[in-house]
């Protein structure tokens, strides 16, 4: 029987996600048939001052949703 999981994090933890996901797969003894992932825009830090640079006005890392399809 196909199964979906989902799986969220942040884009500056990916490699942690990534790990997560493959330690669950080992551990539950799932074949994974199918990943996708989409990530939210960026967030902007509305206390940056008029003119600031793009870099200064980013606040946080951006959402990273994956869907794992996998059989049991």
């Keep these: 029987m196909q199964r979906?999981?989902?799986?969220k994090g942040l884009?500056?933890?990916?490699?942690?996600?990534e790990q997560q996901i493959n330690e669950w797969a080992e551990n539950e003894g799932v074949k994974i048939l199918q990943a996708?992932?989409?990530i939210?825009?960026?967030s902007y830090n509305p206390t940056a001052t008029s003119?600031?640079?793009?870099?200064g006005n980013i606040a946080v890392s951006?959402?990273?949703l994956i869907t794992v399809l996998?059989?049991?």
């Design 62 to 64: 951006s959402d990273v």
């Design 70 to 72: 996998y059989e049991k």
């Design 11 to 17: 884009e500056c933890e990916v490699e942690r996600l």
């Design 40 to 42: 939210a825009s960026q």
């Design 4 to 7: 979906v999981k989902l799986f």
């Design 36 to 38: 996708s992932s989409s």
């Design 51 to 55: 003119g600031s640079s793009l870099q």
